[in-house]
């Protein structure tokens, strides 16, 4: 059992995270192209925000969202 983890333990630590390490040794480097991993999530994060708001405007231009008062029928 005890081989079972350590073989889990290997895996990450020897082939998963591989990128990862070499993006920190490319930091001494170059600090842009270290963190593209953020520059990406933050780039999917700005389309995904414009898409919403888009998408939110569109509706409030077409007056499809109920906007009674009342949201639930307890209320």
Do not use: C
Request: net charge negative; charged share 20%.
């Amino acid at each position: 059992m005890k081989d079972f983890f350590y073989a889990i333990q290997d895996l990450f630590v020897d082939f998963l995270f591989a990128p990862f390490d070499a993006l920190r040794t490319l930091e001494l480097d170059n600090w842009w192209t270290a963190n593209i991993v953020s520059w990406l999530f933050i780039i999917i994060g700005i389309v995904a925000f414009t898409y919403w708001m888009l998408q939110l405007k569109g509706f409030n231009d077409r007056n499809e969202e109920d906007k009674s008062i009342t949201s639930h029928s307890y209320l």
